[in-house]
T-cell receptor, first 109, second 121 residues
Framework: KQEVTQIPAALSVPEGENLVLNCSFT??????LQWFRQDPGKGLTSLLL?????REQTSGRLNASLDKSSGRSTLYIAASQPGDSATYLC????????FGAGTTVTVRA | NAGVMQNPRHLVRRRGQEARLRCSPM?????VYWYRQLPEEGLKFMVY????????ESGMPKERFSAEFPKEGPSILRIQQVVRGDSAAYFC???????????????????FGPGTRLLVL
């Protein structure tokens, strides 16, 4: 059974600081790994998808890496802004998604 | 192209009543997934369906819960005789499939609906 862990559970940083969110998973037989953003009371927004054959993906200020052999992924958010405040979810896909509990980020203005 | 639609967005039921949650996938998507997010917990997979077929229901509670995705119309998640512990956000997602095949595309994400928030009084 796939277990996904996200560290830290919560993070508070001043505006402009870089964010580093960690995700680990136990079974490396995955199609892909995805990072989502969830705002309070809202649905999920897909941020980045890394296929199992890839090492990283970038979109704007976001960069995600994947090391399948060690079962780890890291999401980097550069130059954080208050609008980045949300819960970030890591999910591994072996046709169904297994989610971590999330990292709740607060960016202070 | 409209996104994944879920209705109702909010649903209040008393203990013992039935709850019906609907999900219309994105146009062209024939695979639907249901996930549940209990208060203070992460999202958990419930069931994976394609038209007229349940592919994986390993995450569904053994009793009171059922799901269907008929040939016509939305996917339905049905909860009979609701209890307070069923209060949660229920999310539906859909994904495209490889042309000519019936398996999800690994390079495609699942697209999530806005969720239905069920409150059982």
């Amino acid at each position: 059974k796939q277990e996904v862990t996200q560290i830290p559970a919560a993070l508070s940083v001043p505006e402009g600081e870089n964010l580093v969110l960690n995700c680990s998973f136990t079974d490396s037989a995955i199609y892909n790994l995805q990072w989502f953003r969830q705002d309070p009371g809202k649905g999920l927004t897909s941020l980045l998808l890394i296929q199992s054959s890839q090492r990283e993906q970038t979109s704007g200020r976001l960069n995600a890496s994947l090391d399948k052999s060690s079962g780890r992924s890291t999401l980097y958010i550069a130059a954080s802004q208050p609008g980045d405040s949300a819960t970030y979810l890591c999910a591994v896909d072996d046709y169904k998604l297994s989610f971590g509990a999330g990292t709740t980020v607060t960016v202070r203005a | 192209n409209a996104g994944v639609m879920q209705n109702p967005r909010h649903l209040v039921r008393r203990r013992g009543q039935e709850a019906r949650l609907r999900c219309s996938p994105m146009k062209g998507h024939s695979h639907v997934y249901w996930y549940r997010q209990l208060p203070e917990e992460g999202l958990k997979f419930m069931v994976y369906l394609q038209k007229e077929n349940i592919i994986d229901e390993s995450g569904m509670p053994k009793e009171r819960f059922s799901a269907e995705f008929p040939k016509e119309g939305p996917s339905i998640l049905r909860i009979q005789q609701v209890v307070r512990g069923d209060s949660a956000a229920y999310f539906c997602a859909s994904s495209p499939v490889a042309e000519g095949e019936n398996v999800p595309l690994p390079q495609e994400t699942q697209y999530f609906g806005p969720g239905t928030r069920l409150l059982v009084l």
